[in-house]
């Protein structure tokens, strides 16, 4: 059972910035696809940002350009840099340190958790 501790989030207003983390409690932290996830009210949980054990980034179009995924692995520690947040950006963000890469026939490839397993998230508020 691993344990996952969010935190950074808070309120701010539209533009602002705000630097998320995720400390991961397991044992293979430096070797996974770890990513960041939200979800705002009447939404599903939905795929932000995601980085690789090589260091290679993926992000959701409504995020590229504006966040920023890093990990430390010394800290066993994921970030989610936010910057010139927007009102549709607020959300329950959670992190996921167990992802697996998917490969369909017509789709390509995608990320989804090897758990069904989150932390207590952060809620990052953004107002206009």
């Known amino acids: 059972q691993v344990q996952l501790v969010e935190s950074g989030g808070g309120l701010v207003q539209a533009g602002g910035s705000l630097r998320l983390s995720c400390v991961d409690s397991?044992?293979?932290?430096?070797?996974?696809?770890v990513g960041w996830y939200r979800q705002a009210p009447g939404k599903q949980r939905d795929l932000v940002a995601t980085i690789n054990s090589r260091g290679t980034t993926n992000y959701a179009d409504s995020v590229k350009g504006r966040f920023t995924i890093s990990r430390d692995n010394a800290k066993n520690t994921v970030y989610l840099q936010m910057n010139s947040l927007k009102p549709e950006d607020t959300a329950v963000y959670y992190c996921n340190v167990d992802l697996v890469l998917k490969t369909g026939l017509y789709k390509g490839s995608w990320y989804e958790p090897l758990y069904d397993y989150w932390g207590q998230g952060t809620q990052v508020t953004v107002s206009s």
């Open positions: 397991g044992t293979t932290f430096s070797m996974n696809a």
